[in-house]
Each structure stands twice: as C-alpha cells, then as structure tokens.
C-alpha cells in the first residue's frame, strides 16, 4: 500500500468491502467528497450505482473542464531499458534490437508529430542512465521547446536536482506510473535494475513538484494486483501529492496491461465495467485533477470515457522509437494500442459528441 497511508491493507479491504448501498448514496450527495468516499465509490457496493455515478461525474468534468478535451501525443525516443520488469517487452532480458533516437532522428519524428497538428507532447524513454541522461534529455527539450507548447515526460525516476534541471529546460510536467503499491509484489515483478527500490519510485512526484513541475502524472498499472487496493493507495498517494505539492495539478491515468509477447499475463484482469467504475470515483472524488485515457483503450470507450470523465486523450499514438517518421516497424512496442484513428479522425469524435478540441492549452509566458 502507499507507504503513508494509516490503514493497513486488511483495514482497507474492510472498508471497501463492507461500504453498503446507503454509504454510497451519500457519498454521491455530498458536494465535497474525502478519501473514505473513494472507498465507497469503488466498492463492490457501487456497481448498482453506474447510472448516478455516470451523472455525477460528468457534472464534475464539465464544471471543472467545461466542454473541452486536449489532445497531445508520445514520442517515443528510445527502448533501450536496464530493468527487469516482468510485464514489459522492453526488459532488459528481452534479445530485441534496442534503438535510441539521435537528436536529429528525434527532429524528424517531432515535426511528423506537428505537421499532425499536435501542440503537446509527452516524451517517453525507457529507463537507460547512459543513453537517457539528464543532460540529453536537456538537449531533447530545449530543442522541441521550440516547437511545441507543451512539454512533459516518462523517463525513469531523477533526483529532484535532475528534475529542476529539466524542468528549466522546457518540461512542464512528469508523468510516472508506480506500477504497484503492494511492495511485495513490486519487488517480485522488479528482479533487477535501478527500478527495484520501491522507495525511490513512489517518492518521485513529490521530487518532481518540489522542483517545479507543474503536472504530475500518476497511475498504477491495471492487472498486476487487485484494483480496488491499488486504486485505495493511487487516491492516498494523490491526496498526500495535493497537499505536499499544492502548486501542481495532480493527473490520473489508468492503463490497463495486456500480455506480452515474453509471455507475461496480467493475474488480475480489470473489466471494462470495473475501469469505468474507478475512472467515475475518482473524477467525482478528485474534480479538479486532470485524467488522461490512452490509446490502450478501444474508440468506443475512450469516446465514451471523454465525455463522462477524462479530459485528455491521446492521438494517433505509435509506441516504437522512430514510429512516426522514421518507420522502424521491426521495433517492438511497449503494449498493445487498441485506437489507431489519425488525429483527425479523434478530432471528429470529439466533435460529433459536441466537445471542443484544445490543441494549445499551456503558454510559459503567462
Ligand atoms: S516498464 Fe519501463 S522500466 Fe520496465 S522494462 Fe519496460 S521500459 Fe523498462
């Protein structure tokens, strides 16, 4: 569980296990929800509560972010990872060819991506000291800051020095999933690599804000454990993230894992019906905090999930370092994309369901 949370995890369970029906009215009622209304909103009891909570969840999207959905996309800059994690096909046991892109190769990719008609971009790289350093990564930002307005990153875990410093070279945001809170777990699924320390992990935000970032992404990945308890600790790792970095706005994702062509399977599958129902909770519980869905996730839900609660997606996503324009298709990708609509076409959604689409949302200058 997240380390700072006061209930144990047999605590927890109870609380969502046992919240009944009547517990989940109110907590649907109140106008400012707590902690302990996340846990009666994901639990068992709610499912029979979808309807309402669909309702209450798009009147917090809308009174927080209207009618708009922004769009960026990721660019993927390299595969090459020193870690062992079990569930990724980008491990380090893996015999694939690994790329990095040059800073030239990452230009190329870049103006694909604005020639698209994409403003923000997340740059994403596996965790590789060498290859990744702070210093490169500088380099990437300084040069796409140029291009585009927005800029933030999946990068393996910094000091909070190494986050300033590429906060000062153009990166608004950070986005880092924990993977799991079960510490347990974490240390089975993390055999080797940096990544192993848990520690370090779970504290990157907090570095992160204290350094000036500005959004901080988080998310847990969905299947390796149960989703009820990870979700408990994502909603106290994101109320402690409020309080400790008020300045920056707290972002949720909820990527669902798939399996691998390693051969990993997730041991604990999340429904559509279930993801939906954490997705509503924790918009209704954290109105103001931004929520991306990816395209992990097939068109109809995501076109579904934007209008009730996210207020982010991305477009026309490729998964392989050079995949926009330099067309590396042998490369492996990280998962599976389930929307492989152009960015036009994402944009049309949108539309059709009488939403705005924001492509610049961010300016330094202001
Ligand atoms: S999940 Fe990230 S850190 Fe782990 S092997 Fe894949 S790319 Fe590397």
Redesign the pocket.
Known sequence: MFPELRFTEAEIRKMIDSATPEAVVNSLAKEKRNYFDLLNLISPAAMRFLPQMREASQKCRRRYYGKTVTIYAPLYIS?S?????K??????RHKYERKSLTLDEIRQEADAILAMGIDSLLIVA??DPVRMSVDFLCEVGRMLKEKFSYLSLEI?PQEEEGYRRLFEAGYEGLTL?Q?TYNQELYREL?PV?P?RVYDFRVWSQLRAGRAGMRNLGMAFLLGLDEWRLEAASLGAHAIYLQKHCFESKVQFAFPRITATEGGFQPAHPVSDEDLELMMLAFRIVFPECGMTISTRECPDFRDRMVQLCADNMSAASRVTPGGYALLADEDVG?FTLNDSRSVAEVESAIRRNGQEVVRKYWDRAL
């Open positions: 595969n990872c020193v870690n062992g994690c569930y990724c096909d980008f491990n380090i596996g965790e393996a999933f993977e993390h690599g990544k990280q």
